[in-house]
Structure formats: C-alpha cells, structure tokens
C-alpha cells in the first residue's frame, strides 16, 4: 500500500434545519472550503480530483434514491469515478476509509470523500423512528424501537456491572458542550453543569436529553491524496500545509446487528482475541480482569463494542502504536451518547473495560487550560472530542465521520486557530490523534489513525 | 407543581396557496434579488404498505400466537439463540427449534422510555428490557409490565420475570412481554 495524506478538508456549519439549501449545495459549501484551503480554484481542482467517494446513511430521510450522484454531478465530478458507501452512524468513517483504500492501492492519485445529512425534513420523532429502522425489522423495531432506548440499556447494565454512575455520563455532556463554545462549526456551544444535564428532560432512563446528539443537516469533505497526487497539485499551484498529515492506521470492526444477539465470552477468549497488546502485557490488568469475570462480567456483553475494539487494535497494529493514552494526543469520537462515549474509552484502550466511568470524571480527557467548572482530580492527558464531538457539533450521520477527519486534519496541522478563529482547542504539539465512527448498537466501526509528519 | 409549558406546539401543515410573491418584471436586478428570497418548503405525503415474511423464522411468530415461546439451538455445540436463527454462527449448521417457555428467566438490562419514535409515543412511558434465561447464550428483547416506570432501579437487574402473552396475536414480537414472576 501507498503512503496517504489527508491534506484539507471542509465542514458546512452543522444545523438542525439547512432549508435555504439542497443537499448538493451543502455540500458544495464543504467542498469549495476544503479546495480554497489547498490554494486552488474549483476548475483546476476538478481537473486534478481522479474521483470521489460518496457518504450518507438514509434514503428514508432523503427522500433520493442514488442521492450521491445529484452530489457528484453538482460538483462537477461527472464523469470521474465515485461510488456511495452506507454503514449507519459509520458512514462517514467508513468513507474515509474507502478513499484511503482508493489512494493507498494505487487507483487514485487524489481521491474526494464528502458526506452529509439532511435530517430535518421529517419531525423529531419520525426521526428518531427512521433511525430505528436500523435495528432488526422482524424482532427489535417493534418492541419499541428508539435508540436511545437501546443504549440507555447498555448503560443501566454498565452500571449494574461496573458501577458507573449519571454524573460520571454527565461529565462527558458538560465537557463536550463547553469544548463546542470555542468552535464556530458546533450548534450546541453552552456552559452546562452537570445538575444541568441532570435535570434536563429524561427521554430514557437514565439519558436525558443533554446526553443524546441531535439530528442535524450538514456535509463535510476531506481530500486524500499520494505522493503523486501531491505533485501534481503542487505543480497546479496548490499551497499545501508542511507537515504534512499521513493516515497511518485503519480498523473496521463489525458486531450482530441485534444487540441481544452479542455473545458473552469467557476470560481466556477475551484476553486472546480481544484484550490489547498493552493490556496483556499487565499482570495487574489480567488480575484486574479476572476478577471481573469471576464477579458476572461477560464480553462483550450489552456494555460493551466488540467492534470498536476490533477496530481499535487493528489501527493501533497498523499505526504501530500500543500505549493509545500516551501515544494519542486526542481522539475524537463517536459520542451520540455520553454514556457510548464512556463505552469507548474502554474499547478503545484509553482506559480498561469497566473504568470508563471513573475516566470520565477524572479529567484525562478533558482539554488542558478550559474551565469546565468541575473538581478534576488528574490532567489532561488525552483530550477526547475536543471539538465537541457529536453530542455539541450535531450528527448529520454522513458527514460526522468526515466532520471529525476535517478536525483532526486541523488539529494535526497546526491551523486550528485559522478555521476556528480561535486557538482555545488547539491540542499543543498534537502528533497524531485518531478519529472513530460507529453504527448502530455498535454494528460497525471505523478507526483511523492520523500523523503529522516529522 | 408541574412546570406548564411556555411554548406553543409546532406542527406540520398549511395552506394552499393562490398565489406566491414574485418580481413582476425578471429585469436583472429584479433577478439578482431572488438570490434573497427564503426557500419555499412544501409537504410530501410518503406512505408504504409493506408485505414482510417472516422467512424461515415463522414459526417462532406461530409459537407467540399459541402461547409457545421458542427458541433456536445448535444441535452439536448447544449454543442456543433467544431470538430465532436459522443457522448457528459460529458452525454455520441449521438450528433446531426448542421451547423455552418454561425456562427460568432474569431481566438483563432495561430502560424507561419516556419519548420514543413516532410509532410508540402513544405507549410512553413504556419498559424496554433484555431477558436472559438459564442455558440460553443471547438475550431477548421485550417490554417488561409490572414495574414503575416513575421510580426505575437498577434493583430490577436480576429480578426474575415470566413471559406472558397476549390472548389476540398480532404476529409481532410484543406478543409476548415479561413481568414479574409470581
């Protein structure tokens, strides 16, 4: 495989409702961004672009059958290659992934991946019943479908197991939402207390409605190129940013679609196929596991993704790192909830599996210099969503997983001040950070690890 | 007392409209000013009626219409499914079918939704829950009776339940449901 560089990217402001424009005009606002940044104009860039990959989740929401070439012909990629690509709240991750695999084989030099949403055309709860149509049809919709009832389950048995408590899933909303008052591409840019995220409306217990993202338009777009496609632009007069951004680690993982269906595996199979290098390496983690085996725990259970963990040691392994805690300097994730944020600090190895609560509250993923107005007993050490993340920024599904690529771009280059305005998120001497995108009860997952080079 | 709301709720809907405001003349600056105009927004019905099979998984359907609750089994292994699976996925063997209506059950994990999608407002605030049963390896989904939707605990993590099921099928999952065990 070739090396690839993310080199821009773009993001239209994330809303709930984008009447004034159609969905290929949003996206085009992505795009033209993502091509101005670079230097060039829209001609020579189209000239340049060798293809494109496609994101979004719904043709329920949509309304479009084949949505995706309406965007390609708006933007002026006919007759260049393209295809769409759909994974639930994936979507995004698993498009930047294809275009990775696009440039990184060989059949692109330099390869668009754009996404969007466009969620408000039908009320909330609409919404929220086309959402659960992804869940099984036959077994799961109809008991009630509505996600966030099935992750407010996920919680109350990571409770029950591990003691996690709602103001350690509330630390999560008061970090993500005060992140989000420094970036002007967040709807959600509030000061909150987490009294405040308890008192909030409860829509499943224990979530309440400042623990749950909502659906939003949007687009965003990144441009992924090789070294050849790196001179070529340069020699059409691109101005691309040194150093450089490479995308080092890719994992995908993927899970039952019912969650019920998730096996509960013992000890000695969790800690072949599934603990990570770090952890296996500890005696106290192994000793630390065991007795939670020995107390009920089951992996992964209802608590936990198998498939961001799958995703996440497959990253790791490619990007060649194993201490994620140390050696990422921020990750931004997929926090339709607070409480699936705290899942994933555990899948990811952030943190072990059942401590995810604990982390939460502890400060370590918080952005060092903000005041959150919370007693945080440790430092930074991995700031997680500092862009506000899902639950701040909104989740129009195709674009999120692209929304947090532009981010991470942004972070790993430096110029987070440039595009936010302001330099408050700015990660100091950020190295290499990771982005993760996630579907459904934890059907798919995409992680992909980002360097600056150098 | 009970906060009232201090909002009006927004609905869907309009008028037909005669006629819609528009520059009399298209001179250019008359043209150059549409780039201000708001965006027209209208409504589209969207209505389906689908004919879902239950597939190989009907029976499992039949049993709720007859008070049976089923489940699937690999005949080798053991490992069993709460919810019906044709074929095993770890041997990839056709399951069997086995009838754990009797079998001794737990609630797993559960919530209250207070909201939900459109389909299931009428039904808030209603108990979701996960089920798990003795010598089964995956969890049922199902609405659990019985309990205080007002006063949620993580105490009914582990309270034994039993299935019941309604005496009018509708060939869907609520057929059965779970409350308490007497």
Redesign the interface.
């Given at each position: 495989m070739r090396p690839v560089y993310a080199i821009s990217g773009g993001v239209s402001k994330f809303a709930k409702a984008r009447?004034?424009?159609t969905f290929p005009a949003i996206i085009k606002e992505a795009y033209d961004y993502a091509i101005q940044d670079i230097g060039l104009d829209f001609e020579t860039f189209t000239h340049i672009v060798d293809g494109s990959v496609a994101s979004y989740f719904s043709d329920h929401f949509a309304?479009q059958l084949m949505a995706a070439i309406m965007a390609q012909d708006y933007l002026g990629l006919c007759p260049k290659p393209s295809h769409r690509v759909e994974g639930g709240g994936a979507t995004g991750g698993i498009c930047f992934q294809e275009a990775w695999k696009s440039v990184a084989s060989g059949h692109m030099d330099v390869c668009l991946a754009y996404g969007f949403e466009t969620m408000s055309h039908v009320?909330t709860?609409?919404g929220?019943?086309f959402?659960?149509l992804a869940s099984?049809?036959?077994?799961?919709y109809?008991?009630?479908?509505?996600y966030?009832?099935?992750y407010?389950?996920?919680?109350?048995?990571h409770?029950?197991e591990f003691g996690t408590t709602p103001e350690q899933l509330a630390h999560v909303s008061v970090k993500n939402h005060l992140n989000a008052y420094h970036n002007p591409y967040a709807q959600k840019r509030r000061k909150l207390t987490v009294a405040d995220v308890r008192n909030a409306?409860?829509?499943?217990?224990?979530?309440t409605r400042l623990d749950i993202c909502v659906m939003s338009d949007g687009a965003a777009a990144t441009i992924l190129v090789s070294e050849e496609g790196l001179k070529k632009l340069e020699a059409a007069g691109a101005v691309i940013a040194r150093p450089l951004v490479k995308v080092t680690g890719i994992g995908r993982g993927t899970d039952?679609m019912?969650?019920?269906?998730?096996?509960?595996l013992d000890y000695d199979f969790f800690m072949e196929n599934y603990a990570t290098e770090q952890e296996k390496a500890s005696d106290e983690t192994r000793a630390y596991y065991k007795n939670l085996w020995q107390h009920g725990t089951r992996y992964p259970g209802?608590h936990s993704f198998r498939a961001g963990r799958t995703a996440g040691n497959m990253a790791y392994r490619h990007a060649a790192l194993s201490d994620p805690l140390h050696e990422l300097d921020f990750v931004e994730l997929h926090d339709a909830y607070t409480s699936s944020e705290i899942q994933t600090y555990e899948d990811l190895g952030l943190c072990r599996y059942g401590e995810g609560g604990a982390f939460a509250a502890s400060g370590k993923a918080f952005m060092p210099g903000l005041d959150y107005g919370l007693k945080l007993a440790e430092q930074s050490e991995c700031p997680v969503n500092p862009s506000g993340g899902l639950i701040a920024c909104g989740h129009p599904v195709g674009a999120t997983g692209l929304m947090q690529a532009v981010f991470a771009i942004w972070q790993l280059q430096g110029s987070i001040k440039k595009h936010f305005r302001d330099a408050a998120l700015q990660v100091k001497q950020a190295r290499r950070g990771a982005i993760h995108s996630h579907a459904g009860t934890g059907t798919y997952v995409t992680v992909s690890v980002l360097e600056r080079e150098g | 007392m009970s906060k009232l709301p201090s909002r009006r709720e927004e609905t869907l809907g309009g008028y037909i409209v005669h006629g819609v405001p528009f520059p009399l003349s298209t001179d250019p600056e008359a043209l150059e000013f549409l780039k201000q105009m708001a965006p027209i927004q209208i409504e589209q019905d969207y209505q389906i009626t689908y004919l879902h099979s239950y597939g190989q998984d009907s029976p499992w359907f039949a049993g709720l219409a007859n008070k049976r609750l089923l489940a699937s089994r690999d005949a080798k292994s053991g490992y069993t499914y709460a919810n019906p699976r044709g074929h095993d996925m770890f041997s990839g063997a056709e399951t069997r079918w086995i009838d754990i209506t009797e079998v001794p059950a737990q609630v797993h994990a559960f919530t209250v939704c207070y909201f939900g999608s459109e389909e299931f407002l009428p039904d808030c605030p209603f108990v979701l829950s996960l089920i798990e049963f003795e010598g089964v390896n995956t969890l049922l989904l199902t609405r659990l009776m019985g309990v205080d939707p007002q006063a949620p605990t993580l105490d009914w993590i582990g309270m034994q339940v039993e299935p019941h099921f309604l005496r009018n099928s509708k060939l869907k999952p609520t057929d059965v449901y779970f409350a308490p065990k007497e």
């Open positions: 009447p004034d424009k309304r009320e709860w609409k929220n019943e959402i659960a099984d049809v036959s077994f799961d109809p008991v009630g479908g509505f966030s009832g099935y407010a389950m996920m919680v109350t048995r409770m029950k409306p409860m829509v499943a217990w224990p979530l039952a019912r969650m019920a269906d998730r096996p509960h209802v | -």
